[in-house]
């Protein structure tokens, strides 16, 4: 069965600081990865996506992952980030031919002006 | 990308009632999804909304309780039966298209039983 694990559940970061929040899934195929944001008060959103090639991915607002086959994880990324990146961030796989998600159980991060 | 209207957004309703939750999508999309996100945890699927037959439901989720339409390509509900106050929850609607692997999302309805 597939499972998506983010080890933190609520990190709290200075305003100019770097952001790394961690994801691993556990399944051995062909992968597709994602990342979702949900800003307070509003649906989740797409960040970013990885289905193949270049295993750095460049979303939206700066942020960025990599996949790494081998570690088995797809770990989001921003140099600095800054107020409005308050929000709750989920990881999710789509593997085994399945149509649906399978997401992490989030983490939320806090930007401190 | 596609535009999921989820309503209603919010509602309080009385356990033993039931609610239902209309999803309306502002395109054709192959699949269509509900997803429960309980209090502090992740989500979890329902079922996958099939066009013109019965709901696939995951295990733990079943008919009787979560009764799901889906008349056409881009409308679905999901009812909540006989509620109890364990069911307060936010219930996502979401949908794919079918050769692309991400999924959007409605903006969620927030359910809770009193």
């Known amino acids: 069965a597939q499972s998506v694990s983010q080890h933190n559940h609520h990190v709290i970061l200075s305003e100019a600081a770097s952001l790394e929040l961690g994801c691993n899934y556990s399944y051995g195929g062909t992968v597709n990865l994602f990342w979702y944001v949900q800003y307070p008060g509003q649906h989740l959103q797409l960040l970013l996506k990885y289905f193949s090639g270049d295993p750095l991915v460049k979303g939206i607002k700066g942020f960025e992952a990599e996949f790494i086959k081998s570690k088995f994880s797809f770990n989001l990324r921003k140099p600095s980030v800054q107020w409005s990146d308050t929000a709750e961030y989920f990881c999710a796989v789509n593997a085994g031919g399945a149509n649906n998600l399978f997401f992490g159980t989030g983490t939320r991060l806090t930007v401190i002006p | 990308s596609a535009v999921i209207s989820q309503k209603p957004s919010r509602d309080i309703c009385q356990r033993g009632t039931s609610l239902t939750i209309q999803c309306q999508v502002d395109?054709?999309?192959?699949?269509m999804f509900w997803y429960r996100q309980q209090p502090g945890q992740s989500l979890t699927l329902i079922a996958t909304a099939n066009q013109g037959s019965e709901a696939t439901y995951e295990s733990g989720f079943v008919i009787d309780k979560f009764p799901i339409s889906r008349p056409n390509l881009t409308f679905s509900t999901l009812t909540v039966s006989n509620m109890s106050p364990e069911d307060s929850s936010i219930y996502l609607c979401s949908a794919r298209s079918s050769g692309r692997p991400e999924a959007f999302f409605g903006q969620g309805t927030r359910l809770t039983v009193v």
């Open positions: 395109s054709q999309v192959t699949m």
